[in-house]
C-alpha cells in the first residue's frame, strides 16, 4: 500500500471468495484501497444501502474512478484495461485464452455451486450432511477439470512463471475445498502451484484470514 | 456465412446454451465455421477423442487459427482480440465492466446452477420434481440481477442499442427460463430486449433449434 489517499473502495467479506480475488488484483497493481466490510453472516449485503450499490446483493463492489463496479472478473478485466502493470494476462491471444478458460473452470464451473447462497438452500431442504456432499462434489468436479487445464500450462504458476488471473480464482478455490475436506491428492498440480503462490507478498495480505473483518484478524 | 473454407470448426450441442453463445459471436462476427455436433444426450462428451480436446467433456470447443480453446467466455473474448470488428464490446472500460457484470450475472449467477450435470445429480438424488424447483428457483435468482442491471443500462439491447457479449448470454438463458416455464413477467426489460434481439438474423440463424443436430431442424 501506498501512502497517497485511497484511491478506491473495495467492499468485500473476508471470507467471500470473489472478494479475494479483486483484493490480490488491486494488491499486485499496487493499487491502494480502503476496506468496506459487508458482514454476510449478518445478512448485511440485503439492507438497502448495500442494494443500492449491488442490486445482486453479493459482493466485491469496487467503487473506483467515480464509478461502482460489480463481479469479481469483470472488475478484474477493468483493473487490467486501466491499470496494465504489471500484466495479470499474457500478450499473446491464445494464451490469454487459455488464463480465461482456467477463470471459467473456478468462476462458472465450480464456485457458484458452493457458495453460501446456494449451499444454504441444499442445506434447508435437505439437511447439513447433503449440503456438505453436495459441496465436495462440485469443488471435485471443478478441480479436475482445473488440474487438467493446468497440466499443459503450468510452471511455478497456473499458466507459466508468472501471476495471472487464472491464479487468483485458484487460491480461494483451494481454501474452500480444504474448509469442505475435499481430498486434494488427486490435484497434485493445484497444489503445487497455490503452495507457491501463497508465498507471495500480496497473496499472504491479500488472505481470507488478514482481513480486518475477520475473527482473529491477523491484520 | 461467406463462401471460404471454414476458418473455423465448432464442437456444439444444439440445446448447450454456452454453445450456442459463440455460435452468435461466430455469426455476429462473420466468421465462417464448419459445425461439429457432440451428441451430449448420448455421453459423446465423455468418449476418448472428445476428452482430447477438453478435458472437462464440456461443450463448446473452438479450434481456430491454429489452437483449440474451451470456455465459451474465454472464446468470445479471444474472438473480440482477434477479430475486433464489428466489436461485442463497448469501447469505455466501465461501460465494457457493466456488459461484463451482466455477463457473469448469467455466466456465473444463473447458467451452472441449472446446466444438464447439475439437474441430473439434484434429480438423481431428490427426485424430478425437486430437479424442476431447483432449476426455477435459480434461474429466477439470476434473471432478478441480470433485470437489475438492465435498468440502468438497456436500449434496445442490453446496454444502449448495440449487440453486445451480454445479448449472447442472454438470449440462450432465457430460452432456458422458458423451458422450465419460469414467469418471465417479473423481467419485462430482459423480455423485451429479448425480442428485439431474436429478429437479429444472426441471432435466428444461432437458435437452438436451427441446428444440424436439433430434432427436426429447419435448417
Redesign the interface.
Known amino acids: 500500500m501506498s501512502d497517497a489517499a485511497p484511491a478506491a473502495t473495495l467492499h468485500s467479506y473476508w471470507r467471500s471468495s470473489c472478494s479475494w480475488r479483486v483484493r490480490l488484483a488491486l494488491r499486485l497493481k499496487g493499487v491502494p484501497y480502503s476496506y468496506e466490510a459487508v458482514p454476510l453472516a449478518h445478512g448485511a449485503q440485503h439492507a438497502a444501502p448495500f442494494r443500492a450499490l449491488n442490486?445482486?446483493a453479493q459482493v466485491p463492489v469496487l467503487r473506483i474512478?467515480g464509478?461502482t463496479?460489480?463481479?469479481?472478473?469483470?472488475?478484474l478485466?477493468?483493473l487490467e484495461?486501466?491499470r496494465p502493470a504489471p500484466p495479470l494476462l499474457p500478450r499473446v491471444?491464445?494464451e490469454?485464452?487459455?488464463v480465461?478458460?482456467i477463470?471459467?473452470?473456478v468462476?462458472?464451473?465450480t464456485?457458484?455451486?458452493q457458495n453460501l447462497?446456494?449451499l444454504e438452500?441444499v442445506k434447508g431442504?435437505?439437511g447439513d450432511e447433503?449440503r456438505l456432499a453436495?459441496a465436495r462434489?462440485?469443488i471435485e468436479?471443478g478441480l479436475?477439470?482445473v488440474e487438467?487445464?493446468l497440466k499443459d500450462s503450468a510452471g511455478e504458476c497456473c499458466v507459466g512463471d508468472d501471476v495471472s488471473f487464472a491464479d487468483l480464482l485458484l487460491v480461494p478455490q483451494v481454501y474452500n475445498a480444504e474448509r469442505v475436506a475435499v481430498d486434494m491428492e488427486s490435484f497434485p498440480t493445484v497444489v503445487r502451484v497455490v503452495r507457491h503462490l501463497e508465498r507471495i507478498p500480496a497473496f499472504v495480505d491479500a488472505h481470507a484470514d488478514r482481513q480486518p473483518d475477520a475473527p482473529m484478524s491477523q491484520t
Chains 1, 2 share one sequence.
Do not use: C, K, M
Not at 463496479?69 to 472488475?75: F, G, K, P, T, Y
Open positions: 442490486p445482486a474512478d464509478v463496479l460489480r463481479q469479481s472478473v469483470a472488475i478485466e477493468y484495461e486501466t491471444p491464445a490469454r485464452a487459455h480465461r478458460a477463470v471459467e473452470a468462476n462458472a464451473g464456485q457458484p455451486l447462497a446456494v438452500y431442504r435437505w447433503e453436495f462434489h462440485w468436479e479436475r477439470v487438467a487445464l
